[in-house]
Structure formats: C-alpha cells, structure tokens
C-alpha cells in the first residue's frame, strides 16, 4: 500500500501543489477584485482622486444597480442562471452588503455586575437593516431558485430568428421584438405543466409585491431634495392641470374610475401622471406644515380637505406602483436617490429596486409562455394583447 501511495506521487507529483496554486490565484484574483471595487467607492467614482465623486451613498447604489444589469441583464429567457454568474452575483452582492454590518445604532441593555444591575449602551446594526437585509436575501433566493426551477424539459422551447412560423405569431409584447418568441406544443401545454407554471408564477408575484412594498416604504423615508421643492409651483391645480384637479378634489372619489379615465397607453404617459401628482403631494405637504398661512406655500383650503386630497392622491400612487412594476422611475424617486445620504437607505433602496425589476421581468416571461399556449387553444385571441400581469396587479390593489 505504502509502494503504492509512493509510485502514485511519482505519477502526479506536483498534483498537490497544482491545486494550492490555484486556489491561491483565486483567492488573489478576488482580493484584487474587491480592493478595486471598494476603491471606486471610496473614490465616489471619480478615479481622478481629484474629490468631485458622488457620496457614498450614491456609490454603493450605482454599484449595486450595475452588477445587477451585467449579471441579469435582459432575462430574455425562462433558464437557470449559469453557475458563473450566480457564483459572482452571490461573491460581489456579499461584499457590498457587508457595509450595513457596521452601521449601527446605539440602544440601552441591562447587565448584571456584582450583583448590581446597570443600564449600559450597547451597539447594534441598525434596525430598518437588521429587518429589510435578511428579507431581501430571502427574496433574492426565491427568484435564482424559481430560474432554477426551469432546468430541464418542460413543454417549451424557444424559436430560432430563422423561424418563419415564430414571426408569424404574435407577441404578447409586439414593442419588444428582440425578445425570443416561446414555442409550445401544437395542442398546448399539458395540465400539469399548466398548474407547475402558474404556481412558479404566484411565487414570483408574491416576490414581486414584497420587494415593491420594501422599495415605496424606503422612498417614503429619504428626505425631498431642495433642489426639487425649488421647482415645483406653487399650488396642487398648477401641477397636476384642471382636469386631474378636479377629478381629484370632487366629492366622491373612486380611483380605479380616476385610472380609467386618464391615457395610460405608454410608459411616457404613466411617468408623466405619477410626476405631476407626486409634485402635489409635496406642495400639499408642505402646505399643511407651514406655520404662517400666509406664507408663499400657504392657501385658502382647509388642512382636513388637503389632507383628503393628499390621501386619495397617495392611493392614486400605490395604484401605478402596483400596476405598472416596469416603468421608468419618476423625477421625484430618481432626485431622491441622488440626493440621498442615507447609506443604510440606499442599499435598501437600491437592493429592493432591482429585485423588483427582476421579479417584474421573470413574470413577463412567464405570461409570455402562457399567451403562446393561450393562442394554441384560441387561435383568434392572436389580435388580442394579454395583461394577465397588469390585471392580477389591478385585483391585489383594490383588496
């Protein structure tokens, strides 16, 4: 046994030595990786070293933002992520949330010291981050794991470009065209694989409504910049137009009627309504907090009613936010993300943000799938556009 031990190191001699030497260079490999990204942190991104970088906070969001969009991408496609990128995702996201382990805050503890209880201060990490971190790793587990899921055979496929019968189908998304068009059987997806892919879908959903609820309670808290009050008008009506004033301020309100009689047809259009009534909530707020009635925010309406017309105009928000999860951020979102410096905040922010979007597009591609086995049961619906995403969307905001 011992000759043979022997004549199998004379075989592969350096065999042990390989292998040190490779998980050195890997080690190495990653510390010179983590050392650079962390010098742009520092830096704020300005690799002159000549001070004009974004804070920190701005940083560490930009950062977190970036790898998500070079490792996610598009999401084109209902497939596992390549064991390489789930391995960088997992390495790089850990060394950025590492930062929230030394943000802390002070709180007060009792201990025993011979035999006399005292009350001393203690550290401890932050408590919107002790409770947000752990449940957005958990929400990030669940969608690698639901992308996972998809490995194998499950009735689908996806067309070549060179597929005549493919661009003859019609997309549920037709703006989209660079997407891949699903391929499902002649006679559609079995029941089995029906009732799989919608319960991979309901998953996702509950991702999705977890990580925008995270995402509006973080906006909520970060401060309005100056630098957008400064813009604003001076009143509610000159922001949002006489139509959506009125429309607002009438006795009875209902705001699925509001939604269905304004022009939602294009992201520009929703961003546009968001903007304008996310600018009337700051000036009524800022309103209801003026000392001096008379003061250039003050006006003749009562607190109870602005108070009113905030809280429908708030409602209005949770709505679009809840039913449109893709589109664009508004002006007031993305000047409180830039303004921000709230590290804890922007990680949150940023972290929740791009989970949302992921969480959006694996339920696009999902419904994608679901409409190529819709037009195998009813040819016809071809002229039909499917927003089974938007409408589940439209049921859970008016629970």
Same mark, same amino acid.
């Not at 690799?47 to 906070?57: E, F, R, Y």
């Not at 209880?117 to 957005?136: C, F, G, K, W, Y």
């Not at 000159?238 to 939602?264: E, N, Q, R, W």
């Given at each position: ?26 080690? =190495? ?102 409770? =947000? ?267």
């Amino acid at each position: 046994m011992v000759r043979a031990a022997e004549e199998d190191q004379n075989v592969n001699p350096g065999s042990g030595d390989e292998s040190t030497t490779t998980n050195n260079d890997d080690k =190495n490999s990653d510390m010179e990786m983590m050392k650079e990204k962390f010098a742009k942190l520092l830096l704020g991104e300005d690799m002159s070293g000549g001070g004009k970088g974004v804070s920190s906070a701005l940083a560490l969001s930009n950062a977190i933002t970036n790898l998500a969009a070079s490792v996610f991408g598009e999401q084109s496609r209902l497939e596992p992520m390549p064991p390489e990128r789930q391995t960088r995702w997992r390495k790089e996201m850990d060394w950025l949330l590492s930062v929230t382990d030394h943000i802390v805050e002070f709180v007060a503890t009792k201990q025993n010291t011979n035999g006399v209880n005292m009350e001393v201060m203690v550290t401890r990490q932050r408590s919107d981050l002790h409770m =947000n971190i752990p449940a957005l790793r958990k929400l990030d587990a669940m969608l690698i794991e639901c992308l996972d899921n998809f490995k194998g055979d499950h009735e689908f496929t996806y067309a070549s470009k060179n597929d005549n019968e493919a661009k003859s189908m019609k997309k549920r998304e037709e703006d989209k065209w660079w997407l891949p068009t699903p391929k499902v059987p002649p006679d559609g997806l079995s029941d089995a694989t029906r009732k799989w892919l919608q319960f991979q879908k309901d998953s996702v959903h509950q991702v999705l409504k977890a990580a925008l609820a995270i995402n509006a309670q973080i906006l909520m808290e970060m401060e309005v910049p100056d630098s957008y009050t400064e813009t604003l008008p001076k009143n509610g009506r000159a922001s949002l137009g006489d139509f959506i004033y009125k429309s607002i301020t009438v006795d009875h309100f209902d705001p699925d009627h509001f939604l269905s009689s304004m022009d939602l047809t294009t992201d520009h259009k929703i961003v546009d309504l968001k903007n304008r009534i996310e600018a009337s909530v700051v000036i009524w707020k800022r309103k209801m907090s003026a000392k001096d009635g008379r003061s250039g925010w003050g006006s003749g309406v009562s607190l109870g009613k602005r108070e009113q017309f905030e809280d429908r105009a708030e409602t209005i928000l949770l709505i679009l936010k809840q039913r449109y999860p893709g589109i664009p951020q508004s002006t007031l979102e993305i000047s409180k993300i830039e303004n921000n410096r709230n590290v804890g905040h922007a990680i949150l922010e940023s972290y929740s943000r791009i989970l949302e979007s992921l969480a959006h597009k694996v339920l696009s591609r999902i419904e994608d799938v679901q409409h190529a086995d819709a037009l195998t049961q009813n040819p016809s619906s071809q002229s039909l556009k499917l927003n089974s995403l938007k409408d589940s969307l439209k049921i859970d905001a008016s629970d």
